[in-house]
């Protein structure tokens, strides 16, 4: 999945951003967007909380430009950045910690039938009642699809812990999921 | 092995985390059990639904409305310029090589305890501070670099290293050999070098070993 997301020529683009290249930099940002704004969205569980994490993310990246090996992988940065913001955002806004599962959601294309987008909601509303840990494993394990030991590097933990991390989470999604369901019908 | 076990095997299974002798062992135990053969079955589409999660597309309107706001927040804050962890480390540890190395000799040999050249800018050496070579040494070699007149003055006479005046006089007046270095002297130089501005002062430690 990392090495799909680093298309060639992104140390090129890299290079270019660093020297002031705008265009480039924006060309960085539509490689990854999409990515980082869905996995935002995943842990946050809300469109406005995912788009501000998204920015902070990108703007950390331009911030730090210079730090940046061209050689190197961007997506584990930006997975990992995207982890921590989303983190800090959460805590900050703790209070809002109730989903409204009708909301508008944004991220539906017209692929999607009423019956997905449904299921959708209802499962980035359990998602967010899932400890903070176990809710970054699961998404990059199952929902970005990376595999355990990347995920291990990206949360700065050990391959058994997030093993442990995916299979509670997984057992607490399905239940939260069924009891969603019992008490909104 | 209990259920409860097994079922934190049948959700690692539904992603493919299990190891082969794992695997086998919950094979069969779902062989046996019919709680958990529901349980792995409803693990498995939740875990469906987890993975078409990664599908779900973005507005573009809404997409390029996020973008056009991320730009304009990025071109209001300029860009931090750093300087790149190495050079910073290798700047750090010239530093700290030059302290180890300049002080304790600063603190070993004060400037008031060893002989202190003087020179002026532009850099030529004041050879009125230097100690001069024995007379007949000066007549029997060439003029001495101004150089080698920082030297101190060699212990034993330079006549040793000319050749015996019985042998060809002459040809040591005419064709002086080269001057052999003095001997070594454990006394270290300390050269002044005063510049235009009153409060620079730069010295400098000659090791005192006759080179």
Not at chain 1, 115 to 122: K, L, N, T, V, Y
Not at chain 1, 160 to 174: G, M, N, P, Y
Not at chain 2, 74 to 89: G, M, V
Not at chain 2, 121 to 142: E, G, K, M
Request: hydrophobic share 40%.
């Amino acid at each position: 999945m990392i090495e799909s997301m680093m298309a060639a020529g992104e140390g090129g683009l890299l290079r270019d951003a660093k020297a002031g290249d705008r265009a480039a930099f924006e060309q960085v940002i539509m490689r990854h967007e999409r990515r980082v704004l869905l996995t935002a969205l995943h842990l946050l569980g809300r469109w406005e909380d995912a788009q501000d994490a998204a920015q902070e993310v990108f703007v950390r990246l331009h911030r730090y430009l210079d730090r940046f090996d061209d050689a190197l992988d961007l997506a584990p940065w930006l997975y990992r950045m995207t982890v921590n913001v989303c983190r800090d955002i959460g805590r900050k806004r703790r209070e809002h910690a109730e989903l409204d599962p009708d909301a508008a959601d944004p991220a539906c294309g017209p692929e999607h039938t009423a019956g997905s987008a449904e299921q959708r909601r209802i499962l980035q509303s359990v998602l967010r009642k899932l400890p903070e840990k176990e809710r970054a494993a699961l998404v990059l394990r199952d929902v970005e699809g990376l595999p355990a030991a990347e995920v291990a590097r990206i949360l700065n933990s050990s391959e058994a812990t997030v093993r442990s991390q995916v299979s509670s989470a997984r057992l607490k999604i399905l239940k939260l999921t069924e009891r969603f369901r019992r008490e909104r019908t | 092995m209990s259920c409860e076990t097994f079922e934190k095997l049948i959700a690692l299974d539904a992603g493919g985390d299990l190891t082969p002798p794992e695997a086998a062992r919950l094979q069969a135990h779902l062989g046996t059990c019919a709680p958990c053969r529901e349980l792995a079955r409803s693990v498995g589409e939740s875990q469906s639904a987890l993975k078409a999660l990664a599908q779900a597309g973005v507005d573009e309107d809404a997409l390029a409305r996020w973008r056009r706001s991320l730009l304009a927040r990025i071109d209001d804050e300029p860009r931090r310029r750093i300087l790149p962890w190495r050079w910073a480390w290798a700047a750090a540890a010239a530093m700290a090589l030059v302290a180890l190395l300049a002080v304790p000799r600063m603190v070993r040999r004060p400037p008031s305890e060893a002989p202190v050249a003087h020179a002026l800018p532009p850099a030529s050496p004041n050879l009125n501070a230097l100690p001069h070579p024995p007379q007949s040494v000066a007549q029997a070699l060439p003029p001495a670099s101004p150089s080698l007149n920082r030297l101190p003055h060699p212990p034993q006479s330079v006549a040793h290293a000319l050749p015996p005046a019985s042998q060809s006089p002459s040809v040591a007046h005419r064709r002086p050999r080269p001057r052999r270095a003095p001997a070594p002297s454990t006394e270290p130089l300390l050269v002044k070098l005063e510049t235009p501005d009153p409060n620079v002062v730069i010295y400098w430690i000659v090791e005192g070993k006759g080179n």
